[in-house]
């Protein structure tokens, strides 16, 4: 899958439903992308690494929502997102374009923003929480 081949997909987590206010706030967790061109969403796990958060794509789903095979699953998509509160600022890879943009994540509930910009020209998704 191509990470949402646009800039939406430009970058193209509550760590479970028990947590407190504060955790379930955070950007830890698995994520799902939009639907790309080809209608495939991609579930994204968020970890702390470092100072700040990555992303990997861990898995990628067909328009019927099986399971595809992709040469994106293990590609890490944003890394250095730090912040604080619901907000997150980093580095965001779009496989689609084989390149590397200035990321944002707003982490609002089980949904995240997430978008990249190149100049003054920005896009951006919103991901849902899938744990």
């Known amino acids: 899958m191509k990470l949402h081949h646009t800039l939406a997909a430009l970058l193209a987590g509550a760590l479970s439903l028990g947590t407190s206010a504060a955790l379930a706030a955070g950007p830890e967790g698995i ?9 495939q969403v991609a579930h994204v796990k968020s970890t702390r690494c470092g100072s700040g958060y990555c992303g990997t794509i861990v898995e ?9 095979a992709a040469p994106t699953v293990g590609k890490r998509v944003f890394w250095d997102m730090t912040g604080s509160g619901s907000v997150y600022e980093g580095q965001a ?3 689609a374009h084989n390149r590397t ?4 994540m707003q982490v609002q509930g089980n949904r995240m923003k997430v978008s990249g910009c190149l100049g003054p ?8 929480r899938v744990r």
Do not use: I, M, N
Request: hydrophobic fraction near 30%.
């Open 121 to 128: 020209v920005c896009q951006s998704q919103t991901w849902k």
């Open 60 to 68: 990628v789903f067909g328009p019927s929502g099986a399971p595809v």
């Open 101 to 104: 943009y200035a990321g944002k």
């Open 31 to 39: 994520w799902r992308t939009e639907p790309d061109r080809k209608g």
């Open 93 to 95: 890879f779009v496989p």
